[in-house]
């Protein structure tokens, strides 16, 4: 079994306060041990927008955002309308050398997991776990503007004898609000079952949007009798009826199902569990099945996919943050994200045994959908009810747990005696109890006007259909505002000459509309697009006028908890900086360090520290301090 040289856990949004209190109250032990034999930085900024593609792309190039062309989570493609941005959660958009192809050019192999922006991949050296968005299971178009990502099939849930909407009263079943705020809710639509003439129920596997199911599988069933202590599933009334079937018992979990269903490209190894939850009162429960995925798809190239479709586990990487809800359900995201744990754990295991790597990166999500759904009630904003406090650290106390079992495992199993290990967040998070509605604002000012909706309805900025002929600017992604410029829109109507005085306007817009009742302005800059160079932004993929907020318990229209605060944005609870803990031969061990860095000195140091070539494009610099004096003499 060959150790890696370097093992990069990536955690999103990780929370560096929360463990530091954790561990001084005695828990989380891995961490602990992580933390005393590392430096460990309180003060690393995120790039901006801090928004995780953004952020993980400077963590692979070491190269600011406008060297590596993520310049946030959407980007507008040339002569496009200003609403039919893209996705730049999809590698073809970077532009620069990821630290990892830098290190291949002198034979360094590497695995990558999970890591957004990091697929397809641009070396046959690198083995790629999803990284076309930021899980395995679902992926982002590269050329189409859409919310949604490409997913096999979506999970499943089926209701008996209760109803979802009584379950989960606080929201309608489909209502979406704003990430960061508290999300009761159970976002998963019911899927439809009937009877068969022998009495089991057929429950249907429904595709849930019309980009699901690209590669076609046939439609497929599941068949399910109800028993004293739950349910038996079958992938057949033929299989039921011999009796081999998977037992399901009340809260708990099926074995890990592989089905062979036919999709284009033949017959594939899809791999399922299934769960069986109470709903309600009344004896009704719910049956929820995980998503379709066939490894096969996720994973490059061909003989690594090939390999790892053998690994009986499911990599149910997203559907957890369906479960992370209120009333009760919230063990079932945790199980979710302890399977794709152990998925990885074995992907791992497989790789030092037939194909070992010198560099291991892989990126865990779920600490980042705890800030979003969580955040600001766990810092008390947003007048939370005791029971919702408690839910939240809750929340708090087991994905943390899950992650520091992680680490524990990667002691026991992975890391050598010399294998630099680091453990690095995108970015951190802030609480919040106002939402800047930048279209809002726009169109208070008459820069941004709507076709009037044929009912008269007020619909989600999203969903509104935007008249262009009277529209002079439009907001994209985290941090940009472009002006709906002639000849370069289309239905562009703002003068060339007009260019500077509209955006001034937007800017003034901006600055007049972000004051709280305290008098505190929560914009922390506005300014047009060539002075943007100080938060490494600037280039031809950015907005005409940049922004960005500067916490002050007020979030984003998109992120909430990160996304629009600027890189050096902190609260009385919460902070943007991210996560770094850096240990290995030549590190200095247990240090806190609280001089400022970047996470664009991320890969120039790893690079150092581990002899590979710099990464072609980095604007980054090695973090000296961190590493012992006498390295020099010693090496
Ligand atoms: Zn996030």
Request: hydrophobic share 35%.
């Amino acid at each position: 079994m060959k150790k890696p040289e370097l093992f990069l856990l990536g955690v999103d949004g990780g929370m560096t306060s929360y463990i530091t209190e954790q561990i001084e109250k005695g828990k989380l032990p891995n961490l602990k041990k992580a933390f005393s034999e590392s430096c460990v930085l309180t003060d690393c900024r995120p790039a901006y927008p801090s928004i995780s593609a953004t952020c993980w792309a400077t963590i692979q190039t070491g190269a600011s955002p406008h060297m590596h062309g993520i310049t946030d989570e959407n980007i507008v493609p040339e002569g496009a309308y200003l609403n039919e941005f893209v996705s730049a959660y999809h590698g073809d958009y970077l532009m620069a050398e990821r630290f990892w192809e830098a290190a291949a050019r002198i034979g360094k192999k590497s695995l990558i997991a999970d890591f957004c922006v990091s697929g397809p991949a641009r070396t046959d050296l690198a083995r790629t776990v999803g990284g076309i968005g930021s899980v395995a299971d679902s992926r982002v178009l590269a050329t189409e503007q859409t919310l949604r990502t490409v997913k096999e099939i979506s999970e499943q849930l089926y209701v008996f004898d209760a109803d979802v909407s009584s379950i989960f009263p606080s929201l309608p079943a489909f209502a979406m609000t704003a990430s960061g705020k508290w999300q009761p809710q159970i976002k998963l639509q019911q899927s439809k079952y009937d009877k068969t003439d022998k009495g089991y129920f057929r429950l249907h596997v429904e595709k849930k949007n019309d980009l699901e199911n690209p590669f076609n599988i046939e439609e497929f069933y599941w068949y399910m009798d109800v028993t004293k202590k739950g349910i038996n599933i079958a992938v057949s009334e033929k299989d039921m009826q011999a009796g081999k079937y998977y037992e399901v018992p009340m809260n708990g979990w099926s074995e890990v199902i592989k089905r062979t269903l036919k999709d284009d490209n033949g017959p594939g190894n899809y791999r399922f569990r299934i769960k069986l939850l109470p709903a309600g009162k009344n004896g009704g429960f719910m049956v929820f099945i995980t998503s379709a995925v066939n490894m096969y798809n996720a994973l490059s190239p061909e003989s690594f996919a090939k390999r790892a479709d053998n690994i009986d586990e499911i990599c149910s990487s997203n559907s957890y943050a369906h479960f992370l809800t209120r009333e009760g359900n919230i063990d079932t995201a945790f199980e979710l994200i302890e399977f794709k744990n152990e998925w990885w754990k074995k992907i791992i295991l497989d790789a030092m045994e037939n194909d070992p790597a010198d560099i291991m990166a892989f990126v865990m999500g779920h600490p980042d959908s705890i800030n979003h759904m969580y955040r600001s009630i766990f810092e008390g904003l947003q007048n939370p009810t005791e029971e919702q406090s408690a839910v939240a650290k809750y929340a708090y106390k087991r994905a943390y747990e899950i992650l520091d079992d992680f680490i524990g495992w990667l002691y026991e199993h992975v890391l050598g005696e010399d294998t630099v290990f680091m453990i690095i967040g995108d970015h951190g998070s802030i609480g919040f109890n106002r939402t800047v509605l930048v279209h809002d604002y726009l169109e208070k000012e008459g820069l941004l006007n709507y076709l009037p909706e044929p009912d008269g309805k007020r619909l989600y900025w999203r969903n509104r259909r935007i008249d262009w002929k009277n529209t002079k600017a439009f907001p994209v992604g985290c941090a940009n505002v472009y002006v709906n410029l002639k000849g370069r829109q289309p239905e562009g109507i703002v003068e060339p000459e007009d260019y500077d005085k509209t955006v001034n306007e937007i800017i003034k817009a901006l600055y007049k509309h972000h004051w709280n009742e305290k008098g505190q302005c929560y914009i922390a800059f506005a300014v047009e697009k060539q002075q943007a160079g100080f938060v490494g932004l600037g280039t031809e993929r950015v907005g005409d006028v940049l922004y960005g907020l500067s916490g002050n318990t007020t979030g984003g229209y998109i992120g909430g908890v990160h996304a629009c605060q600027i890189p050096s944005a902190k609260t009385a609870t919460g902070d943007i900086r991210c996560l770094f803990a850096l240990s290995g031969k030549n590190v200095k061990k247990g240090q806190i360090i609280d001089r400022p860095a970047n996470i664009e000195d991320v890969a120039p140091t790893l690079c150092y520290l581990l002899k590979y070539p710099q990464p072609a494009d980095a604007t980054g610099g090695v973090l000296f301090h961190l590493f012992e004096d006498d390295m020099y003499q010693k090496s």
